[in-house]
């Protein structure tokens, strides 16, 4: 099995052995503008699946979710109901008694017929990833630029995946700082 790496974006539409294209975004945001925001998240899904031309299942569905606090606490109960005092379970408790009260960030999903994206926030830390996956081929770019002009972006990293069957898989690396140099 090999991978190919691309600087460029092609259309594959009809190419033999393609199957889909996927990509793959970790963004850090210079605030916590939109990414704490569950309207933002489903404009930015229910938006997307026009620019793309895909055909939604389902509406949006788009989540805040606490954060998983007593199950956690119920883990590390158990841990030292067994008698393990360990480094890791004091940091544990740390962590859990420093998020107690705190929200956690949203997760956000859009089914497509032709397949789906998601999209998870981690609001304390302006941080979130993202990812789109279609048999049917779309822009990269159109997906890259309409995701990131809901948030303000600091940086950003991740990979547009041609998929393919009993062909090689072609791989572009996207990061903000080879964009800004282009």
Known sequence: MSIEVVNTVQDLTGTEGFVGRHILLDVRTSTARGIGETTTIYHLLEGLSVALD?????????????FAGSELNRFVESLKAEGIQ?????????????RQNEEAGISGVTVWLESHAAIHTWTEENFFSFDAYSCKDFDPEKALDHVLRFFDVQSYN???????????????????HRREAA
């Open 54 to 66: 895909m055909t939604l299942v389902y509406p949006p569905l788009v989540a805040r979710f606490p």
């Open 86 to 98: 360990a480094n890791a379970v004091n940091a544990m408790e740390h962590h859990l008694a420093k």
């Open 158 to 176: 991740g990979l547009d995946i041609v998929r393919t069957i009993d062909a090689p898989q072609q791989v572009r690396v996207l990061d903000s």
